[in-house]
């Protein structure tokens, strides 16, 4: 039987999900030395790396047993798997924002909002009993308030700082991200026992690190 398979997510939590597989005592010796390698072998495990999404796509389709992934990309992008814990890392939330001193909610025009998560923005307004106009894009939202595209936008804040260098400030929150486990439906089935034992091993981790 093959290794079992985690899909971590690249980028901003890479660095703090590597820490936890440190504490559960795997070696990451090879993942911290990746170079411009993708499937990297940490502990007992084979560990793959990839977008937010695709991590979600790779679990999904059973290619990959476990993912670690952001909740913001589970609520925009996820459909059958299992979340099974919450890793208390890559902590931000997701926000209404815009210009400055503007109100959003003035004037009867449809607003238009920029987002990289168009179901999550959807989902919030229809929640609300708002039309809105939607513009999906893809990296550096801010930009567009800026250049007149939209009223506001729909993105993740962390530090805020983004927000702040460019003018903008928070309207609203949605809700609180964070990165989580999600185990692919038949892995669970089949592969319990190991799946058990490395969400127990990253739990315990998660709590000895303090999140
Ligand atoms: C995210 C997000 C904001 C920024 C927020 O972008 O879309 O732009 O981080 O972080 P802050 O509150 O700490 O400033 P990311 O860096 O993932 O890049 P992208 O916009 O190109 O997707």
Known sequence: MRKLRIA???GRLEKQTMELFERMGLDCTELREKGRRLILPVGDYEVVLAKAADVITYVEHGVCDIGVV???TIVENGKSFYEVCDLGIGKCRFCLAGKVG???YDGYNVKRIATKYPNVTKAYFESKGMDVKI???EGSVELAPL???SDAIVDIV???TTLKENGLEVYETLFPISARVIVNTASMKLRRAEIDAFVAGIE???QEAGK
Do not use: S
């Open 204 to 206: 315990k981790a998660k």
């Open 8 to 10: 971590l997510t690249k």
């Open 147 to 149: 250049l007149g595209l």
């Open 70 to 72: 952001g909740k913001d």
């Open 158 to 160: 962390e530090t805020g």
């Open 135 to 137: 513009v999906k894009i």
């Open 102 to 104: 503007e109100n959003f």
